[in-house]
Every structure is written in structure tokens, then in C-alpha cells.
Nanobody
């Protein structure tokens, strides 16, 4: 059974930082592209960042334009975790953040809330 469990969400002030983690089980972690998505109230779910490891390409990361330069995605294959370090947070970053695994099947975590407010 595949499980993705997010942690680290919570209320943060504008300009603050937060680190989200996602622990994966039930998959061969290194064979999956991992990512973070978010869904703000009243909006569609959108991509935040992805990380993947290819034999010929090595480790690759992608970021959505609104978060590039402020967010950093990383993964630890030994621990089966993917992290999202978020800095310079803005109220527009307020959303539920979801972990995603894409490989032989696609899986979602249950989400963790990140309200950015003073």
C-alpha cells in the first residue's frame, strides 16, 4: 500500500519560512518523480516544484514561476523523503500543500495546510 504523509505545515507570518516534509512508503522511491502541489481556496491545484533522478540526466528540479528563488525542493532516497523549504512566504502562498509521486502509478498525500498571515 502506497502512502505519502506530509508534515510541517502551519501558520506562518509573511516573510517567514517553513519546511514541509513528505515521507513515502510502498514505492521504490528512487524510481518516482516527486513533487509538491498546492491548492488555494477557490482555485485549482497547481504545481509548485518537482524533483526526479534519471540515469542520464541526474537529479533535476523544476519550479513554478511564483516560487522560483524562494522555495527549494530536495529529496533523500535513503530516507524516502522529499522536502520543500519555503522562504520569503507571502499571503499568496496560502494553500493546502500536497505531496505527489509519479512513476508506476500516481499517488497523492492527504495535504498539509499552510496559512500565511499576520
Amino acid at each position: 500500500q502506497v502512502q505519502l504523509v506530509e508534515s510541517g505545515g502551519g501558520l506562518v507570518q509573511p516573510g517567514g519560512s517553513l519546511r514541509l516534509s513528505c515521507a513515502a512508503s510502498g514505492i521504490i522511491f528512487s524510481r518516482y518523480a516527486m513533487g509538491w502541489y498546492r491548492q488555494a481556496p477557490g482555485k485549482q491545484r497547481e504545481l509548485v516544484a518537482t524533483i526526479s533522478t534519471g540515469i542520464s540526466t541526474g537529479r533535476r528540479t523544476t519550479y513554478a514561476d511564483p516560487v522560483r528563488g524562494r522555495f527549494l525542493i530536495s529529496s533523500d532516497n535513503a530516507m524516502n523523503t522529499v522536502n520543500l523549504k519555503m522562504t520569503s512566504l507571502k499571503p499568496a502562498d496560502t494553500a493546502i500543500y500536497y505531496c505527489h509521486a509519479d512513476g508506476r502509478g500516481a499517488y497523492w498525500g492527504q495535504g498539509t495546510q499552510v496559512p500565511v498571515s499576520s
